[in-house]
T-cell receptor, first 115, second 109 residues
Framework: NAGVMQNPRHLVRRRGQEARLRCSPMKGHSHVYWYRQLPEEGLKFMVY????????ESGMPKERFSAEFPKEGPSILRIQQVVRGDSAAYFC?????????????FGPGTRLTVT | KNEVEQSPQNLTAQEGEFITINCSYSVGISALHWLQQHPGGGIVSLFMLSSGKKKHGRLIATINIQEKHSSLHITASHPRDSAVYICAVRSVSGSRLTFGEGTQLTVNP
């Protein structure tokens, strides 16, 4: 059973370009969470999605950031018109359902560098 | 004040020492997680607990819900335990995790 997969592992974008980060949850998991780790800072929640639904996006910056988790395919975190401050490690995690009894399993992360 | 506070921020130990990392939180939670992040950056879940104590190999995690406090212990520490250890709490109302700043552990041979 493959773990949570993220790609690309490293992404370099120039200021103003778009970044697309992909997350494939573990098999059988329908809940995906995105977290961001800025340099020298702790992890911060961004968004929680179920298939075709955004459940909680309270941690997402209000502009330029969007996330989706379609019925088929991976979850996508999209950052438009990237700026240097978007440089960070972006982790996704998945769980089979929500609730306190279920672990979240983390992917290896995508390291975004904006030049 | 952060909702999740860890101490110490940095910890250096000699191989074989007993290590304790502490986590205090100020909100109601449904579960608490201990995570390990290695220099390569990947995150591994060590424990998820909502009461009492769990043990896995040389690692022990405890939680006191009344005092809003958890500890992670490592017995007979080894250089391969060198990593950042992160405490995270899951809110009562949802599934989002709130993280502590992490404890950088270095175990010297």
């Amino acid at each position: 059973n493959a773990g949570v997969m993220q790609n690309p592992r490293h992404l370099v974008r120039r200021r103003g370009q778009e970044a697309r980060l992909r997350c494939s949850p573990m098999k059988g998991h329908s809940h995906v969470y995105w977290y961001r780790q800025l340099p020298e800072e702790g992890l911060k929640f961004m968004v929680y999605l179920q298939k075709e639904n955004i459940i909680d996006e309270s941690g997402m910056p209000k502009e330029r950031f969007s996330a989706e988790f379609p019925k088929e395919g991976p979850s996508i975190l999209r950052i438009q018109q990237v700026v240097r401050g978007d440089s960070a490690a972006y982790f996704c995690a998945s769980s089979p359902t929500s609730g306190a009894g279920y672990e979240q399993y983390f992917g290896p992360g995508t390291r975004l560098t904006v030049t | 004040k952060n909702e999740v506070e860890q101490s110490p921020q940095n910890l250096t130990a000699q191989e074989g020492e007993f290590i304790t990392i502490n986590c205090s939180y100020s909100v109601g939670i449904s579960a608490l997680h201990w995570l390990q992040q290695h220099p390569g950056g990947g995150i591994v879940s060590l424990f998820m607990l909502s009461s009492g104590k769990k043990k896995h190999g040389r690692l022990i995690a405890t939680i006191n819900i009344q005092e809003k406090h958890s500890s992670l212990h490592i017995t007979a520490s080894h250089p391969r335990d060198s990593a950042v250890y992160i405490c995270a709490v899951r809110s009562v109302s949802g599934s989002r995790l709130t993280f502590g700043e992490g404890t950088q552990l270095t175990v010297n041979p």
